[in-house]
């Protein structure tokens, strides 16, 4: 039986379904295959777009046959190639409650260590010297993660520098030049490795190293006034290059750039606030 146009100015049925192919391969609306093989009315394509006006219109009116009579679902996904695919709605507050402050602050653990850092070496005085060898320090440890081409690499190398400051003045070598032959050696071991680390990050850090190195060589060979001044510019130098690398999320792992940060950033404003004489020496 043929049905005219809609009343209400919508496709008819007719306009609206075609009859599948009555083979094994027909599918039924609810997307499982028929009990037996007879001809199942599918949507067509060109016409699903329509679904939602022809739901609206036509529902609780007699001017035509209700969207829900045929199977129809408003909410077709016609990109799916089974049919029709519904996806339920997340609510915004389903992945459970916020973080409270005790997670929070337990995040900002790199940044406790560094005020602890920073206060162990400014507890006994702080000076031009100590402030710039740490810059030193934390240059050839950016660079050395660059040239072995880990991020994680960067904490291991923190330590290693560490003791070999520590082993440095016990033997009666010098630490400053000890740290700047490793970060050199660094340098061309990442060089070397050619393609198999990301050469332009360590042409970067080499650059950096070299930078902040010079700046706080310079620090260690002038006046004291100057020399404070000199080493609280790189250490906050390289507390901006730290902020740079944590938003980079590159080098180095983010909670090793505000671990310096902190550190950096308080030994350069407690350099400076002694030299202006506002704090104590």
Request: glycine fraction near 10%; aromatic fraction near 8%; proline fraction near 6%.
């Amino acid at each position: 039986m043929s049905h005219g146009p809609s009343r209400c100015g919508t496709p008819s049925t007719n306009d609206w379904f075609t009859s599948a192919p009555q083979n094994e391969h027909s599918i039924s609306l609810d997307g499982r295959p028929p009990a037996h093989h007879f001809s199942v009315l599918t949507p067509t394509r060109r016409h699903m777009r329509y679904a939602p006006l022809f739901h609206d219109n036509c529902m609780g009116s007699a001017c035509g046959v209700r969207a829900q009579a045929f199977g129809m679902n408003t909410t077709t996904n016609l990109d799916s190639p089974h049919g029709t695919v519904d996806h339920p709605t997340s609510s915004p507050h389903s992945s459970g409650h916020p973080p409270g402050i005790g997670s929070r602050l337990l995040a900002r653990w790199p940044s406790a260590v560094g005020l602890l850092a920073l206060i162990a070496n400014a507890s006994g005085g702080l000076d031009s010297h100590v402030t710039a060898m740490i810059i030193i320090l934390a240059a050839m440890c950016y660079l050395a993660a660059a040239a072995l081409g880990s991020r994680r690499s960067g904490w291991v190398m923190l330590g290693v520098a560490v003791i070999t400051v520590v082993v440095a003045k016990a033997t009666g070598l010098d630490p400053t030049a000890t740290l700047l032959a490793m970060g050199a050696g660094f340098a061309v071991y990442g060089f070397l490795r050619g393609s198999r680390i990301d050469r332009r990050e360590l042409a970067i850090q080499s650059l950096g190293f070299a930078g902040f190195s010079a700046i706080a060589l310079t620090a260690m060979m002038v006046d004291p006034l100057l020399a404070a001044h000199l080493a609280a510019t790189a250490a906050i130098g390289h507390a901006i290059w730290d902020v740079i690398t944590f938003y980079r999320d590159k080098v180095v792992e983010r909670s090793l750039a505000e671990f310096c940060f902190v550190l950096d950033f308080g030994l350069g404003a407690v350099l400076l606030l002694t030299a202006w004489n506002l704090i104590p020496a």
